[in-house]
C-alpha cells in the first residue's frame, strides 16, 4: 500500500484559492442546467436574452495598474474560464517543446517512412485529417504572428489576455486614458484593414475595447459592430426607411463618386464586405467601438464612421459549434446548415436561400459556338426606365436605385423580362402598374433593334399583360391600356419595311384573347356610365381599334366585329364625337374617331349601310353644317385659314371622306341637299393652307356627279338628280379651283371630277354633252392662260418621273421607288380618264396638255408590263393590303390607257399590251380586264391581224363557231372573285364579291360589296378554282379547261348567255388559239431580241395535259375506242395546236428557239392552283398515264407529256410506276433525243439511278427489248453506270452489285443491248453538257483496259474472254 499512496502533502495556503467552477445551476435542485444540442437558434436565442436580464449583478475583476507598472500581466490575474496566465505561459512552454521534438523526429525520417506514416494516418483517421492538421497549424502560425505584432505596441496592457467568447464580462487592462485608448484603438484599426471592403484577413490577437461600460447593455451580447473608414460624403442614408424600434438601421454607403474616386469606397454589394468572418472577426480584434446607440457617425475632424449590424449570437456555443468553425469558414451556406440545421439534408431545397446564386454570363452573339444560352434576350436586363443595363453594370450599382429585387440573381441590378412578366400580375396594385409600365417603355426601346419572331414573340407576351389587367380599376388598369396601345399602336406607328411601305402588323391578337372579348372591354371601358379613365387612356382605346381595322391582316373581321359589339360604336360616339361638357374625357371632338368609322365603312356595304341606318353618320354631318357662309365671304381669302382651327378643319375633312366612301355604294347621298354653299369658297378660301380639305371636297363631288349619272343605282334610288348637279352648277365651282389651286394634289381631284362631269353629261345631256364637252375643250385649250402652260409642265414632269422609275429596273427593286410611282400615277390616271371622256368622233384627239401624255402612253404602258419587279411584286406569296393598295393607281393606269390607245395604235401593236395586261391587274380592275378581252376577241379576227402574223390555216369552221368569242364568257367569270359573303349559305352558289375599282362608276356603285383589296394569293400556291381572280397567273389561256374539267360543279355553265350553244371541242379550239396568241405575241415587243414567253414549258405542258384528261372518265363505249373520232385530242386543230405550243420546248429547239429560258417550277408545284392540296400530282399522273394505255393509241403528242415527270429530279415513283406497272407502253414512246420536250437531256441522266428494284426495271425491259430511243438511252446510262466505276458512281457498297449485274446484262439481254452497256461513255455532269446515241457507244481511249481490268477481277478469265472482243479493239 506505501508503494501505490504517495507522499501526503498540504497545500500551501498562500497560494492562489480554488475558484468554484462558473456554470449556470437550477437553483432548487442545485445541479446544472440541461443543455439540449438540438435547440433551435431562436430558442437559444431566447434563452440567452433572458440569462442576461437574470443574471447576477457581479463586477468584473478589474486591475487599474499604474503607468509605471511593467506591461505583463501578474499570475495572480485570472480569466473567466479559471486558468493563470502563469497556467497559459506552461502550456505553451509544453506546446513549443513537443513540437520540437516531432520535428526533429520527422527530419530524421526518410521519406518512405514519411509516406507510410502520412498513409497510415490517412487509412486510420480518414482522408481528411492532412487538410485538418494543415489547418491547424495555419492558424497557430497566425496566432503567433498577431501575438508577436501585439507585443510590439507596449502601451497596450492587456494585448495577451485571452477573451471568452462565452463570457458576457471581461478582465480589463486600461494603461492609457480612455480618449487617448480610444484613438489608439481606432489607429490599430485602420492599421489592420479593416475598412477596405475586399479586406480578407484578420489578426488573431483580439484587443478588448476600453470604452465598453462597467454595467453590461441589455444588447451588449446580441450586437457587434464593423468599423470601417470612410468619408461623409460617401455614406448615403435612406431617409425613407423607417427606424425599426429593435434594430438600428444600417448605413450603406452611396454610389461612387466618378470625380472623386476613393480607395476606401465601398459598393453597394455588401455581401462582398459584410461576411460572417469579417463580423465575427471585429468583435474579437476591435471590441465593441461606438457609443452603444448604433448610430452611424461620421463627419469632419476624424469621426469614427462605421456600419452596426445586429447578430443574433447563441451563448452557449458548443464543441460542435467550435468544430463547425474549424472546418468551414464562417458565413458559407455549408457553415450555415451545419451550424443552424444540422439535421437537414446537404441539397435540402428548403434552404436554398442560403446559398449565393451566381451571374449569370452575359451572351455576346447568339452566333457564338461557345454559348449555351439558347435565348439570349432573356438575360438581358433592364432598369425602371426600360433601357438595359449594361453587364458591366449589373453587379455594381447601388441599391438605392430601386434595381434589386427578389427575384432570381439578386446580387444583380435591373429586371429581365420574366422578371417584369412576373410582377406584372402582383398582387400588389402599385408594383403591378409600375411593372407594366415598365414593359411598355422595354417595348420602345427594343422597337429599333429587335424585328422579326422575338419582337413578336415579346408583344405577345406584353400585350396578354396588359389584356389581363385592362380592366382593373385605379393606376393598374390606366397602365395596362397604356402597354396595350404600346404593343399594337406606337411599336408598330410607322414601322415600314426596307423599302418605306407600310407593313402589316404579322401579330394575331385573336391567339391572345378572342376579338368579341377584347371588344366588349373596350366596350365597358369608353361607356358613359362605366367610365373610370383618364381621357388620354381613352384616346388609347380608341388607337387601339383603329390599329386593328387598318394595321392587321384580320382588319376586315375586326371592323365588322367593333360595329356588331353592343355598346362600342354607341361609346365612340359619346366619348369622341358627341361628348357632353361634363364627361370626364376631353370635350373636343377626335378626328381619329371618323376614320375608324370610315375604315368600317369601307369593308363592307352591309356596314356602310347599318352606319347610315343607325344614324352615325349624322353626328359627323354636324361638322360639316358648322360651317357658316357670311364670315366666310367677308374674310379675306388669305387669312380665311387662319380664323379656323386646326381642329375644326380635321373634322370636317375627314367627315368629307366618310361621306365619299358611303356615296361609292350609293348611300347617303341625299345629304347633298343639305350641304351649305359657302362650303365650296371654304375649301377654296384654305386651299393653300389645306390641301386635303379642297381634295376631300373635290372627291366628294366627284362621287355624287357619278351618282347621279344613273339615279336607279343608288339605295335608295333617285337620291340625287342629275338635273339637281346641274341646277346647283357645280362645274363653275370646279372649274374655280382649276384657276386658283395649281397643285399636283388638287389638280389630280379637278381632273377626276371633270372626268366624270363629262362622262355624265356624255349620257345625260344632248347630243351626249357635245356642248358641254366643246366648252370644256375650249377652257382647257386656252393657250393664254397661265393655268394651263403650268397644268401641262406638272403632266409633262409626272410622265418623265414614272419612265425614269420604270426603266430603272434596278432602283424598282426597292419598294420606295414603288410608293414614288404610285404618288405620280394617280394624276397621270385622271388626266387619261378625261382625255377618255372627251375622246369622240366630234372631239379632236390633241386637246391640250393631254396630247402629250397620249403620246407617251404606248412607251409608258409597254414599261409596265416589262417591269418584272412589279409583277413579282403582284404575285408575292406574302401579300400586305397596304402594299396592294399603293399599286391600285398604276395598275389602274394601265387598264385606262390600254383601253384608250386601242383606237390610237395599230391592232398589230395593241394586241401585245392587252394580251400582257392580264397578269398585271389586280381586283378591283375587273370592269377594265372585261372591256380589254372583249376588245382583244375583235381585234384578232381582223383580215389585216390574221394575214399578217399566218392564222390563215385556221379553218373556217372555227371563226364560224365563234373563234375568241366562245371563250369570253369563262374568261369573264374567272376574272371575278368569289367568295361566301354574308347572304350565301354553304353548298349554294356563292354570291360574287365586287371590289370597287380605283375610280367609281355607275355600274360599281351599284355591284360593289366593299372597298378594300383584300391581300393576293401566289400563283404558286393552292387556290380553289372556285375562288378565281385578278391578277391572273401566266396560263390564262388555259381558264376554260378549267371549268370543262370541273363542269359538274363550275357556276359559269348557269350563267352562261341564253343564246350561248357551243361544244366541247368548240370552247377547246378557242382556248388553244388564245394560247397560242399569248404565246405569239410575246415576240411582237418593240425589242428585237428574243423574250421571254406568256406561259413556260410547264404551264404548256400542263395546259395540254388538261386536254387530254378531258376524256378522263367518259363512257366506257367511248375508251374502248369504238368512237375514237369523237375524242376531243383527235380534232386536226387541236392536235396540230398543241404541236404548235410544244414545239419551241422541245431539247431539239431549245438552241434556236426565239424564247429565252422562263425559269419556271415543277409540274408538282404548277398544278397546284388547279389540283388543290387534297390531289397530289402523282394521282394525276397516274390517271393521265392510264389514259394513255387505254385511248391513246400511240398519240404522239399524249406520249411525248410522259416523259417530263421521269427526269431525275421528280421521285422515283413516277419512273416505278412507267417501267414497272405499264411496261407495255414503254413499245409506243419511241422518241428521239431531240423530240423530248425538255431543255437539257441531263435532267434524266443525273443523278445516277442508285434503287436496286429501279434498276431492276430497267434491264428488265431492256432484256425484252422494250424502250426504244430516248427511253432506251436512259435504261442503258442508269444500268452501265451501276457497273462501271469510270461513270461516276464510285459508291463501294455496291460493288457485290456491279458482278451480278454484269452478268445479268450479258445473260438476260441481246447482244446489241450488251454490246451498248459495255461500250457505254458518258460526260460527268460538270462538263454541262451530255454525249448522246450514237456517240456515247463509240468513245475511244484508254478506258477500255481498264473496264477489262474490272470484269475480269469480278467474273475471272472466263468473263475477261467473253469481253475481251470488245473491250481490245480500238483500245488506243
Known amino acids: 500500500m506505501s508503494g501505490l499512496i504517495g507522499e501526503i502533502r498540504e497545500r500551501n495556503p498562500s497560494t492562489t484559492p480554488t475558484i468554484k467552477p462558473q456554470g449556470k445551476f437550477d437553483p432548487n435542485t442545485g445541479f446544472p442546467a440541461v443543455h439540449h444540442r438540438s435547440k433551435s437558434a431562436f430558442a437559444k436565442g431566447r434563452d440567452a436574452t433572458r440569462a442576461v436580464t437574470t443574471k447576477d449583478k457581479a463586477v468584473p475583476i478589474v486591475r487599474t495598474p499604474s503607468l509605471a507598472d511593467p506591461p505583463d500581466v501578474p499570475d495572480t490575474a485570472l480569466s473567466l474560464s479559471g486558468t493563470t496566465a502563469h497556467d497559459s505561459l506552461a502550456d505553451t512552454a509544453w506546446r513549443k517543446g513537443m513540437e520540437e521534438q516531432n520535428e526533429a523526429r520527422i527530419r530524421e525520417m526518410s521519406e518512405a517512412e514519411r509516406e507510410q506514416e502520412t498513409a497510415e494516418l490517412a487509412e486510420t483517421f480518414g482522408p481528411g485529417l492532412l487538410e485538418l492538421v494543415r489547418k491547424a497549424k495555419r492558424r497557430r502560425v497566425g496566432a503567433s504572428e498577431a501575438a508577436v505584432n501585439s507585443d510590439s505596441k507596449p502601451e497596450v496592457a492587456a494585448s495577451d489576455h485571452l477573451v471568452n467568447d462565452k463570457a458576457s464580462t471581461a478582465v480589463y487592462d486600461c494603461t492609457l486614458p480612455t480618449h487617448d485608448r480610444a484613438r489608439e484603438l481606432d489607429l490599430q484599426l485602420h492599421t489592420s484593414g479593416l475598412h477596405s471592403p475586399f479586406h480578407g484577413s484578420r489578426p488573431s490577437s483580439p484587443l478588448p475595447s476600453a470604452l465598453r461600460p462597467s454595467t453590461p447593455n441589455k444588447s451588449a451580447t446580441s450586437r457587434k459592430k464593423i468599423h470601417f473608414s470612410a468619408a461623409p460624403a460617401e455614406v448615403h442614408v435612406y431617409e425613407s426607411a423607417p427606424t425599426s424600434p429593435k434594430r438600428q438601421p444600417i448605413g450603406l454607403l452611396g454610389p461612387p463618386d466618378p470625380d472623386r474616386p476613393s480607395d476606401n469606397q465601398l459598393t453597394y454589394d455588401a455581401g462582398a464586405f459584410l461576411k460572417r468572418s469579417d463580423i465575427r472577426g471585429s468583435d474579437e480584434e476591435a471590441g465593441e467601438v461606438g457609443n452603444g446607440r448604433g448610430d452611424v457617425k461620421g463627419g469632419a475632424g476624424g469621426q469614427e464612421n462605421f456600419i452596426e449590424v445586429s447578430l443574433s449570437e447563441d451563448a452557449d456555443k458548443t464543441e460542435t459549434g467550435r468544430k463547425l468553425e474549424e472546418e468551414d469558414d464562417e458565413g458559407t451556406p455549408e457553415y450555415i446548415r451545419k451550424r443552424y440545421f444540422p439535421t437537414a439534408a446537404v441539397n435540402d431545397p428548403t434552404l436554398q436561400w442560403i446559398k449565393a446564386t451566381p451571374p449569370k454570363p452575359y451572351p455576346v452573339s447568339k452566333s457564338d459556338p461557345t454559348s449555351s444560352i439558347t435565348d439570349?434576350?432573356?438575360?438581358?436586363?433592364?432598369?425602371?426606365?426600360?433601357?438595359?443595363?449594361?453587364?458591366?453594370?449589373?453587379?455594381?450599382?447601388?441599391?438605392?436605385?430601386?434595381?434589386?429585387?427578389?427575384?432570381?440573381?439578386?446580387?444583380?441590378?435591373?429586371?429581365?423580362?420574366?422578371?417584369?412578366?412576373?410582377?406584372?400580375?402582383?398582387?400588389?396594385?402599385?408594383?403591378?402598374?409600375?411593372?407594366?409600365?415598365?414593359?411598355?417603355?422595354?417595348?420602345?426601346?427594343?422597337?429599333?433593334?429587335?424585328?422579326?419572331?422575338?419582337?413578336?414573340?415579346?408583344?405577345?407576351?406584353?400585350?396578354?399583360?396588359?389584356?389581363?389587367?385592362?380592366?382593373?380599376?385605379?393606376?393598374?388598369?390606366?397602365?395596362?391600356?397604356?402597354?396595350?396601345?404600346?404593343?399594337?399602336?406606337?411599336?408598330?406607328?410607322?414601322?415600314?419595311?426596307?423599302?418605306?411601305?407600310?407593313?402589316?402588323?404579322?401579330?394575331?391578337?385573336?391567339?391572345?384573347?378572342?376579338?368579341?372579348?377584347?371588344?366588349?372591354?373596350?366596350?365597358?371601358?369608353?361607356?358613359?356610365?362605366?367610365?373610370?379613365?383618364?381621357?388620354?387612356?381613352?384616346?388609347?382605346?380608341?388607337?387601339?381599334?383603329?390599329?386593328?381595322?387598318?394595321?392587321?391582316?384580320?382588319?376586315?373581321?375586326?371592323?365588322?366585329?367593333?360595329?356588331?359589339?353592343?355598346g362600342l360604336i354607341q361609346g365612340i360616339m359619346m366619348t369622341f364625337l358627341t361628348p357632353s361638357s361634363t364627361s370626364s374625357a376631353a370635350s373636343d371632338p377626335n378626328p381619329q374617331a371618323i376614320i375608324l368609322l370610315n375604315h368600317i365603312v369601307q369593308v363592307s356595304r352591309?356596314?356602310?349601310?347599318?352606319?347610315?341606318?343607325?344614324?352615325?353618320?349624322?353626328?359627323?354631318?354636324?361638322?360639316?353644317?358648322?360651317?357658316?357662309?357670311?364670315?366666310?365671304?367677308?374674310?379675306?381669302?388669305?387669312?380665311?385659314?387662319?380664323?379656323?382651327?386646326?381642329?375644326?378643319?380635321?373634322?370636317?375633312?375627314?367627315?368629307?371622306?366618310?361621306?365619299?366612301?358611303?356615296?361609292?355604294?350609293?348611300?347617303?347621298?341625299?345629304?347633298?341637299?343639305?350641304?351649305?354653299?359657302?362650303?365650296?369658297?371654304?375649301?377654296?378660301?384654305?386651299?393653300d393652307a389645306d390641301s386635303d380639305l379642297s381634295q376631300a371636297y373635290l372627291g366628294l363631288f366627284e362621287v355624287w356627279i357619278t351618282c347621279a349619272v344613273d339615279p336607279h343605282r343608288t339605295t335608295p334610288t333617285h337620291d340625287i338628280l342629275w338635273s339637281q348637279v346641274v341646277g346647283w352648277a357645280w362645274i363653275e365651282e370646279i372649274l374655280k379651283f382649276r384657276r386658283k389651286l395649281l397643285e399636283r394634289s388638287t389638280l389630280t381631284a379637278v381632273l377626276n371630277v371633270l372626268g366624270a362631269w363629262i362622262e355624265g353629261c356624255s349620257v345625260n345631256s344632248v347630243r351626249a354633252g357635245q356642248a358641254e364637252k366643246a366648252e370644256l375643250v375650249k377652257e382647257l385649250t386656252d393657250c393664254e392662260s397661265n393655268v394651263t402652260s403650268k397644268e401641262r409642265a406638272i403632266l409633262l414632269r409626272a410622265i418623265q418621273k414614272m419612265m425614269e422609275r420604270l426603266t430603272d429596273m434596278d432602283g424598282l427593286e426597292q419598294p420606295q421607288s414603288l410608293i414614288e410611282l404610285s404618288e405620280e400615277a394617280p394624276l397621270l390616271q385622271a388626266a387619261i380618264r378625261l382625255a377618255h371622256a372627251l375622246q369622240d368622233q366630234h372631239t379632236p384627239t390633241n386637246v391640250s396638255p393631254f396630247s402629250l401624255i397620249l403620246d407617251e402612253l404606248p412607251s409608258l404602258c409597254q414599261a409596265i408590263i416589262a417591269s418584272a419587279p412589279l409583277q413579282a411584286h403582284l404575285v408575292s406569296s406574302i401579300s400586305s393590303i397596304h402594299k396592294h393598295a399603293i399599286v391600285r393607281p398604276i395598275t389602274s393606269l394601265l387598264a385606262t390607257s390600254i383601253k384608250l390607245l386601242e383606237q390610237r395604235m395599230p391592232p398589230e401593236e395593241w394586241i401585245p399590251l392587252a394580251t400582257h395586261s392580264a397578269t398585271h391587274l389586280i381586283p378591283g380592275d375587273e370592269n377594265l380586264a372585261s372591256s380589254i378581252f372583249s376588245l382583244l376577241s375583235k381585234n384578232l379576227v381582223k383580215p389585216l391581224v390574221v394575214e399578217k402574223w399566218g392564222w390563215s390555216d385556221v379553218p373556217s369552221e372555227v371563226w364560224s363557231k365563234g373563234g375568241f368569242q366562245v371563250v369570253l364568257p369563262f374568261l369573264a367569270n374567272a376574272i371575278r372573285r368569289r367568295e361566301l359573303l354574308e347572304g350565301g349559305t354553304e353548298g349554294e352558289e356563292a354570291p360574287m364579291e365586287v371590289v370597287a375599282p380605283y375610280t367609281a362608276t355607275p355600274k360599281s356603285i351599284e355591284?360593289?360589296?366593299?372597298?378594300?383589296?383584300?391581300?393576293?394569293?401566289?400563283?404558286?400556291?393552292?387556290?380553289?378554282?372556285?375562288?378565281?381572280?385578278?391578277?391572273?397567273?401566266?396560263?390564262?389561256?388555259?381558264?376554260?379547261?378549267?371549268?370543262?374539267?370541273?363542269?359538274?360543279?363550275?357556276?359559269?355553265?348557269?350563267?352562261?348567255?341564253?343564246?350561248?350553244?357551243?361544244?366541247?371541242?368548240?370552247?377547246?379550239?378557242?382556248?388553244?388559239?388564245?394560247?397560242?396568241?399569248?404565246?405569239?405575241?410575246?415576240?411582237?415587243?418593240?425589242?428585237?431580241?428574243?423574250?421571254?414567253?406568256?406561259?413556260?414549258?410547264?404551264?404548256?405542258?400542263?395546259?395540254?395535259?388538261?386536254?387530254?384528261?378531258?376524256?378522263?372518265?367518259?363512257?366506257?363505249?367511248?375508251?374502248?375506242?369504238?368512237?375514237?373520232?369523237?375524242?376531243?385530242?383527235?380534232?386536226?386543230?387541236?392536235?396540230?395546236?398543241?404541236?404548235?405550243?410544244?414545239?419551241?420546248?422541245?431539247?431539239?429547239?431549245?438552241?434556236?428557239?426565239?424564247?429565252?429560258?422562263?425559269?419556271?417550277?415543277?409540274?408538282?408545284?404548277?398544278?397546284?392552283?388547279?389540283?388543290?392540296?387534297?390531289?397530289?400530282?402523282?394521282?394525276?399522273?397516274?390517271?393521265?398515264?392510264?389514259?394513255?394505255?387505254?385511248?391513246?393509241?400511240?398519240?404522239?403528242?399524249?406520249?411525248?407529256?410522259?416523259?417530263?415527270?421521269?427526269?431525275?429530279?421528280?421521285?422515283?415513283?413516277?419512273?416505278?410506276?412507267?417501267?414497272?406497272?405499264?411496261?407495255?407502253?414503254?413499245?409506243?414512246?419511241?422518241?428521239?433525243?431531240?423530240?423530248?420536250?425538255?431543255?437539257?437531256?441531263?435532267?434524266?441522266?443525273?443523278?445516277?439511278?442508285?434503287?436496286?428494284?429501279?434498276?431492276?426495271?430497267?434491264?428488265?425491259?431492256?432484256?425484252?427489248?422494250?424502250?426504244?430511243?430516248?427511253?432506251?438511252?436512259?435504261?442503258?446510262?442508269?444500268?452501265?453506270?451501276?457497273?462501271?466505276?469510270?461513270?461516276?458512281?464510285?459508291?463501294?457498297?455496291?460493288?457485290?452489285?456491279?458482278?451480278?449485274?454484269?452478268?445479268?446484262?450479258?445473260?438476260?439481254?441481246?447482244?446489241?443491248?450488251?454490246?451498248?452497256?459495255?461500250?457505254?461513255?458518258?460526260?460527268?455532269?460538270?462538263?454541262?453538257?451530255?454525249?448522246?446515241?450514237?456517240?456515247?457507244?463509240?468513245?475511244?481511249?484508254?478506258?477500255?483496259?481498264?473496264?477489262?481490268?474490272?470484269?475480269?477481277?469480278?467474273?475471272?478469265?472466263?468473263?475477261?474472254?467473253?469481253?475481251?472482243?470488245l473491250l481490245t479493239a480500238s483500245s488506243v
Not at 425589242?1087 to 406568256?1094: A, C, V, Y
Request: proline fraction near 6%; charged fraction near 20%; include cysteine.
Open 606 to 687: 352591309a356596314n356602310a349601310k347599318q352606319i347610315v341606318d343607325d344614324g352615325i353618320a349624322d353626328a359627323c354631318l354636324r361638322f360639316v353644317l358648322a360651317v357658316q357662309e357670311e364670315p366666310i365671304h367677308e374674310r379675306p381669302r388669305d387669312t380665311a385659314h387662319q380664323t379656323a382651327s386646326p381642329l375644326s378643319r380635321s373634322l370636317l375633312t375627314e367627315s368629307l371622306r366618310l361621306f365619299i366612301s358611303l356615296g361609292r355604294y350609293g348611300l347617303y347621298t341625299n345629304i347633298a341637299t343639305d350641304i351649305p354653299r359657302g362650303l365650296s369658297d371654304y375649301a377654296l378660301a384654305v386651299g
Open 376 to 566: 439570349p434576350a432573356s438575360l438581358i436586363r433592364y432598369d425602371l426606365a426600360g433601357q438595359p443595363i449594361a453587364p458591366s453594370l449589373q453587379t455594381s450599382l447601388p441599391t438605392h436605385l430601386g434595381l434589386h429585387h427578389h427575384g432570381g440573381d439578386q446580387d444583380q441590378a435591373g429586371y429581365t423580362i420574366e422578371d417584369l412578366l412576373l410582377l406584372s400580375r402582383s398582387t400588389v396594385p402599385a408594383q403591378r402598374a409600375s411593372m407594366l409600365g415598365v414593359l411598355g417603355k422595354v417595348l420602345l426601346s427594343m422597337e429599333s433593334c429587335v424585328k422579326g419572331r422575338e419582337d413578336d414573340d415579346l408583344r405577345s407576351k406584353v400585350l396578354a399583360a396588359g389584356l389581363d389587367a385592362m380592366m382593373e380599376r385605379g393606376s393598374v388598369g390606366i397602365m395596362a391600356v397604356e402597354v396595350l396601345w404600346v404593343a399594337l399602336v406606337q411599336h408598330r406607328n410607322g414601322r415600314v419595311d426596307a423599302g418605306g411601305m407600310v407593313e402589316d402588323d404579322p401579330l394575331d391578337i385573336a391567339t391572345l384573347v378572342p376579338p368579341s372579348i377584347l371588344l366588349g372591354r373596350i366596350a365597358t371601358l369608353l361607356h358613359p356610365t362605366t367610365r373610370a379613365l383618364p381621357s388620354e387612356s381613352m384616346t388609347q382605346l380608341l388607337d387601339v381599334l383603329l390599329h386593328l381595322v387598318s394595321r392587321t391582316s384580320q382588319c376586315r373581321e375586326a371592323a365588322t366585329d367593333i360595329l356588331r359589339t353592343t
Open 1007 to 1365: 355591284e360593289a360589296s366593299t372597298l378594300v383589296v383584300p391581300a393576293l394569293q401566289s400563283k404558286t400556291v393552292s387556290r380553289s378554282n372556285d375562288k378565281p381572280g385578278l391578277p391572273f397567273a401566266s396560263d390564262w389561256p388555259f381558264t376554260a379547261l378549267n371549268d370543262l374539267l370541273h363542269s359538274g360543279t363550275s357556276a359559269v355553265f348557269r350563267t352562261l348567255p341564253r343564246d350561248w350553244d357551243h361544244s366541247e371541242v368548240d370552247i377547246v379550239r378557242g382556248t388553244l388559239l388564245w394560247a397560242s396568241v399569248a404565246q405569239h405575241v410575246s415576240t411582237r415587243r418593240p425589242e428585237s431580241r428574243p423574250t421571254h414567253p406568256l406561259m413556260n414549258r410547264e404551264e404548256v405542258v400542263f395546259g395540254c395535259m388538261k386536254v387530254f384528261m378531258l376524256e378522263h372518265g367518259q363512257s366506257s363505249a367511248t375508251s374502248a375506242g369504238n368512237d375514237s373520232a369523237s375524242e376531243v385530242f383527235r380534232d386536226d386543230f387541236i392536235s396540230k395546236s398543241m404541236d404548235k405550243l410544244l414545239f419551241p420546248f422541245r431539247i431539239g429547239q431549245s438552241v434556236t428557239s426565239k424564247y429565252l429560258p422562263k425559269p419556271s417550277p415543277s409540274l408538282e408545284v404548277m398544278a397546284l392552283p388547279f389540283l388543290g392540296m387534297s390531289t397530289p400530282f402523282f394521282q394525276f399522273y397516274s390517271d393521265f398515264l392510264s389514259l394513255y394505255d387505254s385511248v391513246s393509241f400511240g398519240h404522239p403528242t399524249f406520249g411525248s407529256l410522259l416523259l417530263p415527270p421521269l427526269a431525275s429530279n421528280y421521285a422515283g415513283d413516277y419512273r416505278k410506276l412507267l417501267w414497272g406497272d405499264y411496261p407495255q407502253v414503254l413499245r409506243l414512246l419511241d422518241f428521239e433525243v431531240n423530240d423530248v420536250i425538255g431543255d437539257d437531256t441531263r435532267r434524266w441522266l443525273w443523278p445516277v439511278e442508285v434503287d436496286g428494284e429501279m434498276i431492276g426495271m430497267y434491264l428488265k425491259a431492256l432484256g425484252r427489248g422494250l424502250p426504244r430511243g430516248f427511253l432506251r438511252w436512259l435504261a442503258v446510262h442508269h444500268v452501265a453506270c451501276n457497273i462501271w466505276p469510270d461513270l461516276g458512281n464510285t459508291d463501294e457498297t455496291i460493288e457485290g452489285r456491279r458482278k451480278k449485274l454484269l452478268n445479268a446484262a450479258l445473260s438476260s439481254t441481246s447482244l446489241d443491248v450488251a454490246k451498248e452497256i459495255i461500250l457505254y461513255r458518258q460526260l460527268s455532269p460538270e462538263s454541262g453538257t451530255s454525249v448522246p446515241p450514237p456517240q456515247c457507244f463509240e468513245q475511244p481511249g484508254g478506258w477500255k483496259a481498264n473496264r477489262l481490268e474490272w470484269a475480269v477481277s469480278w467474273g475471272g478469265t472466263s468473263m475477261g474472254d467473253r469481253l475481251a472482243g
